[in-house]
């Protein structure tokens, strides 16, 4: 009888591996378990796609938030994995929390964050790999806030030429931006696309974890698939201001 493996610890590398692939972790609310997944129709948001509406433009034209880069981003991602108050609880654990945390130290994971009073008041975080960025989560304190961040994300993205911005799956919330739902075959391929490229969200050098010469492909395939769960389809909702 074949004894069913433990998953493997989640570490940066195989995070960013994951994301090269299509596939991205969370983690049960009620255990912690990280699983895989792979939606069969995934959210992205075409930079063209986005008009801010005037009630925003408005609000940015008054300055009401102070806008900042990679200041913050462990308070920004512990503020976005506070339960949501709707019972569904969160799917960003501590141990996701430390992993993206060194990524962001590396250099991959960004957070746009918005201040009020000089207090953090929203915000959102994602990883950056060659042209793509993978929208993660956003949270507010005060209405507006994380649209503000969103905003300032997509002119970063559009002055530094980014192809790709996914947002995982739809709702609500990311339909507002310009979301738009397309097959994991056409994913695939405009990620395959985007990663030819190599951009930088920032100015700070990246630390090349994910290192192609000490990387076993089949190797981590094999990690991804068979030990964690992928699923192909889910349903998820996220909260936004």
Request: proline share 5%; net charge negative.
């Amino acid at each position: 009888m074949k004894i069913p493996q433990p998953a493997p610890a989640l570490t940066p590398d195989l995070v960013l591996y994951g994301y090269t692939i299509g596939v991205f972790p969370m983690a049960d609310s009620e255990n912690g378990i990280i699983r895989w997944y792979f939606p069969l129709k995934r959210a992205i948001i075409p930079l063209e796609n986005y008009h801010a509406p005037r009630s925003l433009r408005q609000v940015i034209k008054k300055s009401t938030f102070e806008i900042r880069v990679n200041t913050n981003f462990e308070a920004v991602m512990r503020a976005c994995a506070s339960e949501r108050g709707d019972g569904y609880g969160t799917w960003i654990s501590d141990e996701m929390i430390e992993v993206y945390t060194e990524l962001h130290k590396a250099g991959y994971a960004h957070s746009i964050e918005s201040y009020y009073n000089g207090e953090l008041a929203g915000g959102l975080y994602g990883i950056s790999i060659g042209a793509a960025f993978f929208g993660e989560s956003m949270f507010y304190r005060v209405p507006n806030a994380s649209k503000v961040a969103f905003d300032f994300l997509i002119s970063r993205l559009k002055e530094r030429q980014y192809e790709l911005l996914d947002s995982q799956y739809i709702n609500d919330n990311v339909k507002r931006f310009g979301a738009i739902e397309i097959s994991k075959e056409e994913y695939t391929d405009k990620l395959k696309l985007a990663l030819r490229r190599q951009l930088y969200f920032d100015q700070t050098p990246i630390n090349p974890i994910l290192n192609d010469s000490d990387w076993d492909r089949e190797e981590n395939e094999a990690i991804i698939v068979p030990n964690t769960r992928i699923i192909l389809n889910n349903d998820w909702e996220e909260e936004g201001d």
